[in-house]
């Protein structure tokens, strides 16, 4: 898809944030319990054979395409495609299961004419922090005009109302804060050191 914009992402699209996206992706499948909702009726509430349904299914935001890849294991003959407004942390095409494509597209911008009314299910999760002057209207009917009639919208986001921390000890909150502080400044330290040879096998990779 031609003409999309490849605005800077505040984030970065290096080594160290493709990992956070990995980290994020964890956390959140275990705090909700799934990559797609057992609610959704086209998934069967978990009562239909995963391998017989076939189903179009979109992730938009995909970023490193983490989640299109494990819901296409899920669900081995349904087309899971993910989309991101930059390829720059998409793994090489040979490495994606089969039944995944990974694609630029402009989750605010202009629909292309071939997503329009072609899934079954839109997945979105987390994209609130780059919602531009927190206008979600174009976003939403994005979303809305890629499915098809009857088509599930699933989306997944951080309520900030609801933060806080659960500890045994409430007296112990602030030095598990400073922990977990000091955990992840080890951690993006760790990823931005190995950064450059992680890159550097990746564009060396040999080509099949």
């Excluded at 997503?115 to 209207?137: E, F, T």
């Amino acid at each position: 898809m031609a003409d999309v914009d490849m605005r800077e992402y505040r984030l970065g699209r290096g080594f160290a944030e493709t990992s956070r996206l990995h980290y994020n992706h964890m956390l959140l499948k275990e705090a909700i319990g799934y990559n797609l909702s057992p609610s959704i009726p086209l998934v069967g509430g978990g009562t239909k054979d995963k391998a017989s349904l076939s189903l179009r299914i979109a992730d938009v935001a995909t970023g490193n395409g983490i989640w299109p890849c494990e819901v296409a294991r899920e669900l081995p003959n349904c087309q899971v495609d993910g989309f991101d407004v930059s390829d720059a942390q998409f793994p090489p095409a040979e490495w994606l299961p089969r039944n995944v494509h990974l694609g630029t597209f402009d989750g605010a911008g202009k629909l292309p004419d071939e997503l329009k009314g072609k899934y079954d299910i839109v997945a979105v999760r987390l994209i609130m922090p780059v919602v531009a002057n927190r206008d979600i209207a174009p976003w939403v009917n994005n979303f809305l005009a890629m499915l098809k009639p009857g088509g599930y919208l699933q989306w997944v986001e951080y309520n900030p109302d609801e933060k806080g921390v659960r500890a045994v000890d409430p007296e112990n909150v602030r030095e598990r804060f400073q922990t977990v502080f000091k955990i992840n400044e080890a951690t993006a330290a760790a990823a931005n050191a190995a950064s450059r040879p992680m890159e550097t096998y990746s564009s060396n990779r040999p080509s099949t």
